[in-house]
């Protein structure tokens, strides 16, 4: 969205002030006095429109100035145009229709990183590595990536014929795919990493989340394990029920989870109604600053209860609760109407007393720097009398350092960004059919130092670790692209710290117990 230009921004003011009127409307019963203010805006655009010296884009300065309006009101009051909307839908609704592959685009050429597992590109023969060329006879390469996906999604049960050009036969091959409901899956992953242990990584809260811990939770037999890692970290949010309801299997009935305040202080609570079927289990949480809204109440009802420890680093500190009001073209506005606690008391919402450009920066401040400063800052207990910190986020219990450098960022860094990746999907997309006759397993196995080198020769000189480090990240990108995400994701988290680090905690019951008692600190 373009900036506005400095000669309209008396303009700008104007329009706020209608605007708020304007949006008012639309969320009351409609008056004579309220057509008036819709008339006065309207007519006030179109002479704009009409009449003003520079072109000004009128819808688009109408939207910036309804952005900019929410804006002074909190940082997650905001407008979403038609299409945002049907996005955040999709988000919500746990699926979308289309074609069901992820890509990339790289010189000018469209991708395919990996394909859905069970969506219509999977069923018509489509596979990782393979490129789209053309979809409706239009060349895709070109495009916007917003602009591809809109040539793919569409009605469902329509056809799209597609062209690919498949790197192991070094043909282009014609598709015609079907369209249908592709899953967004909750649950990235769930895994044993070792016998006792199992691991889920929940990566919304979306309409299906509930039902796909439940039936994770089934599948491995939980009930028998000794222990369970919950991973939240990046996990934007979503519905706040679902967070509720996942909380609800983990906790003992009538534990309260999360409580609600509106503009008039009004509070509701949300108890837990019946026994969590899964209380036995020692229970670790992962967050990090990607971790906001729903995941902070799930995070801040385990730690205020003290059913679990929380391991990572500060959550987000989204506590604020927006309801969405229908504007007639489609679009809506998210208004903040109420802001939640944990059922300790502590406001989860960070400050934003110092403007939006300052609040959208905070995250990035914080992940550069130290975090851990506790002064002045609001003290709470929970059930057995732990401190626990407001003040905005879930502080963790435990805190994990960030890898000064992830060995994917260490790959890229080496590497070099844009060559490398296409390197990488070009040598899984030519030997697809032989990596396939493997088992996930056997090519994770496989060694580093002999795979990098075939891949890229000048890393003979490169030290030892570095190359275990691009070996792996080689090794991520050829199981996404040959067997899924969802295969892949399990091998790269072997490795990961947070994971490594709640197996070891994990590993000393006692000591366990009596963290969460208030009573001793863990041996990390």
């Known amino acids: 969205m373009r900036k506005i230009p400095p000669a309209l921004l008396p303009l700008l003011f104007s329009l706020l002030i209608l605007l708020g009127f304007y949006i008012g409307t639309y969320s009351s019963r409609g008056t004579s006095y309220s057509s008036n203010r819709i008339q006065k805006l309207d007519y006030l655009l179109q002479r704009v429109d009409e009449l003003h010296l520079n072109p000004t884009g009128v819808d688009s300065l109408l939207e910036q100035a309804i952005s900019e309006l929410l804006h002074q009101l909190d940082p997650h009051s905001a407008y979403l145009n038609a299409e945002e909307v049907q996005r955040s839908r999709e988000s919500v609704s746990g699926s979308f229709v289309g074609i069901g592959v992820e890509f990339n685009v790289l010189d000018d050429t469209v991708w395919v990183r990996s394909i859905i597992e069970g969506g219509p590109a999977s069923k018509a023969g489509l596979r990782g590595g393979d490129a789209l060329i053309a979809a409706n006879g239009e060349t895709l390469g070109t495009l916007e990536n917003n602009e591809i996906i809109k040539r793919l999604k569409g009605q469902i049960g329509t056809e799209v014929p597609v062209d690919v050009y498949r790197p192991a036969s070094s043909t282009i ?54 222990g369970i890692i919950l991973d939240l970290r990046d996990n934007p949010g979503g519905l706040l029920h679902q967070a509720v309801d996942v909380a609800s299997l983990f906790l003992a009935k009538d534990d309260s989870i999360v409580y609600v305040e509106d503009n008039r202080g009004k509070a509701t609570w949300y108890i837990n109604k019946k026994q969590g079927a899964y209380q036995r289990q020692s229970l670790v949480v992962l967050i990090n600053e990607g971790s906001a809204s729903a995941s902070e109440i799930l995070a801040g009802a385990i730690q205020d209860n003290d059913r679990g420890v929380i ?65 002045e800052t609001p003290v709470y207990r929970t059930r057995n009398g732990r401190i626990v910190y407001g003040g905005g986020g879930v502080r963790p219990d435990i ?54 080198l075939r891949l890229f020769p000048q890393a003979e000189y490169i030290p030892e670790e570095d190359v275990a480090q691009m070996g792996k990240y080689i090794k991520q990108q050829i199981l996404s692209t040959v067997f899924g995400r969802r295969m892949m994701l399990p091998f790269v988290l072997r490795d990961d710290p947070f994971l490594q680090k709640s197996l070891r905690i994990m590993e000393h019951q006692e000591s366990f117990d009596k963290l969460l008692s208030g009573n001793a600190i863990i041996n990390q």
């Open 173 to 226: 091959m014609p598709f015609t795919i079907i369209r249908g409901e592709v899953p967004i899956p909750s649950v990235d992953v769930s895994f044993h990493p070792n016998e006792n242990t199992l691991f889920l990584r929940i990566s919304r809260f979306s309409e299906p989340t509930f039902k796909e811990v439940q039936n994770a939770l089934k599948k491995h037999k939980a009930e028998n394990l000794s």
């Open 311 to 375: 391991i990572g680093r500060r959550s987000f500190g989204k506590g604020l609760v927006q309801e969405e009001i229908s504007l007639p073209d489609g679009s809506k506005v998210r208004l903040t109407t109420s802001r939640y606690f944990t059922p300790s008391g502590r406001v989860i919402q960070k400050p934003y007393d110092k403007g939006f450009e300052a609040y959208k920066n905070e995250i990035f401040d914080r992940i550069h720097g130290d975090d851990q400063q506790t002064i």
């Open 399 to 452: 805190q994990q350092d960030r890898d000064s450098l992830s060995f994917a960022a260490h790959a890229f860094h080496l590497l070099g960004t844009i060559e490398a990746l296409k390197s990488i999907q070009h040598f899984a997309a030519i030997h697809f059919d032989s990596i396939a006759n493997y088992s996930p397993e056997m090519v994770w196995r496989s060694n580093d130092k002999e795979l990098v």
